[in-house]
């Protein structure tokens, strides 16, 4: 597939690829079999326009009349997505977010498995949340070592932010999500992605202090995600 | 202000003014007084041409050779996200996230003020987080009424999501922040942005599974957020 089409597929599309895999998972779920654009932009919350474009980047254009095939799509997506391998995900710092973040079922559903849990608080080491052990980040190198296609999660403080990420990208990870409140440098190529509750809320704020200011529908309930 | 362009000001802008602003409170912190695009770029994280292009979207170019005075423009972006006046948070849901987002420092620093949390477990309400005590849902709609810039935050099980959402716009919430993986509908015009921790995990799993896919650095770390 990769050489039909110039692989140039915008940020904006992949952010919405997440979505349309959640509506096609409840569309599959409830046993629909073909779905319009128009269906897809409704479940999905954005416009049909942007859902043909979106899904034209992946060579994908449905059957006019009929629409596409939901399975085949929810397929295509979610290899797209890289979701038809597992992926394991370590998780550094377990104050109240980290906990949060592994007891999450979310990352199951979606291939992410937690695989193990770091924490330096020595009352820590050891306690168990949602059936792993929290281990001490001086394992961690031995721990990723062993993962072709892992993850890290950096869920500690700020103050530490960059000590955990070196030893992360150090480990060897494949890619890092960082919700800490720190702006991160990384010493090799590597994917880095940030969480931040408090950007939310700033950009909602905006929005509200500012109803002037047109911004399309689908732009304001997704691309925060 | 208001008056002096079109506000037409693009999501990505948006999105990336708290990042201006937090490496704005950095260098504001640290002294320094005037910053150049460059430097402002290389403190936020993305390249200078897209930080003077956002900044000329507030109306502000810079003095050539200056640059801009750190202060000036920290309060220009503040107010911009209307974050000159403070915001009042109340918090749907309080499991493990719940907590953690009660927790969290960030709100305060950033003029948003955790003011109420709720619940509709028996078993936890009375119980005090972060000073304050967690309320029974039923109690929503009079702890809301008398707040007039308010976001409600649902960190609940997404079963429950779009019903805690309909009480939060009954009670009259300015905006909206989801972290429940479900799409919800709202029955009046209302800002409403989706967090959704897998979606970011999903964004960095197609990226590592396509490295031949070219993004710019700044959408790869930014967007997601």
Chains 1, 2 share one sequence.
Not at 11 to 18: A, H, S
Not at 43 to 58: E, F, I
Not at 99 to 128: C, M, W, Y
Request: hydrophobic share 45%; with cysteine; proline share 5%.
């Amino acid at each position: 597939m990769a050489d039909r089409f110039v692989r140039r597929i915008p940020e904006p599309t992949v952010v919405r690829l997440p979505v349309y895999q959640r509506a096609l998972l409840a569309l599959s779920a409830g046993g629909v079999q073909t779905v319009s654009s128009a269906e897809l932009a409704e479940a999905a919350g954005v416009n049909a326009a942007k859902v043909r474009k979106d899904l034209s980047h992946l060579g994908t254009y449905g059957t006019p009349g009929t629409g596409y095939d939901v399975n085949f799509l929810l397929g295509q997506v979610r290899r797209e997505l890289g979701l038809d391998r597992e992926w394991q995900v370590v998780i550094v710092g377990m104050g109240n977010l980290g906990h949060a973040l592994a007891r999450s079922q979310r990352f199951s559903t979606q291939n992410f498995r937690a695989v193990a849990l770091f924490d330096i608080d020595p009352d820590k080491i050891g306690e168990e949340v949602a059936g792993l052990p929290i281990r001490h980040i001086s394992e961690l190198q031995a721990v990723v070592g062993g993962i072709s296609r892992s993850i890290g999660v950096i869920a500690s403080p700020a103050s530490v932010a960059q000590d955990v990420c070196n030893r992360l990208v150090e480990a060897g990870v494949a890619a890092i999500l960082n919700f800490a409140p720190a702006i991160l440098t990384v010493s090799r190529p590597l994917q880095l992605r940030q969480v931040d509750f408090s950007v939310e809320l700033q950009v909602l704020a905006f929005y509200v202090a500012h109803p002037e200011v047109t911004v399309e529908p689908e732009d304001a309930s997704l691309s925060g995600l």
